[in-house]
Nanobody, 125 residues
Framework: VQLQASGGGFVQAGDSLRLSCAAS????????MGWFRQAPGKEREFVAT????????YYADSVKRRFAISRDNAKNTVYLQMNNLKPEDTAIYSC???????????????????WGQGTLVTVSS
């Protein structure tokens, strides 16, 4: 499975962005999906995850109630809607796919098999 993340950019604090992750070479509905981010000089951190059918989601505390992950399996695409962005959200955001059973997800990057190349989000104060 190849993953292509897009939608990053330069925004002001309080603005919104929607990231997309398009999959090819496989059926996205077979995978739980996650978004992770890595800020300059920091380790990669979990942001959000969604189960194969999109029935369950889970968020890092730092983005809860501001970010929303969703998916459209018919379009083989996963989204991350980011609202009320803050300067500390500045990072490279990557999507990842985890081969797993229905209803499961993971916050651990090591559980994900396929990774996209990342898209840069810069939030200015």
């Amino acid at each position: 499975v190849q993953l292509q993340a897009s939608g990053g950019g330069f925004v002001q604090a309080g603005d919104s962005l929607r990231l997309s992750c398009a999959a090819s070479g496989g059926t996205l509905s077979n995978y739980a999906m996650g978004w992770f981010r890595q800020a300059p000089g920091k380790e990669r951190e979990f942001v959000a995850t969604i189960t194969r059918a999109g029935t369950r989601t889970y968020y890092a505390d730092s983005v809860k109630r501001r970010f929303a992950i969703s998916r459209d399996n018919a379009k083989n695409t996963v989204y991350l809607q980011m609202n009320n962005l803050k300067p500390e959200d500045t990072a490279i955001y990557s999507c990842a796919a985890q081969w797993t059973v229905t209803g499961a997800y993971s916050t651990r990057g090591d559980d994900y098999t396929y990774w996209g190349q990342g898209t840069l989000v810069t939030v200015s104060s």
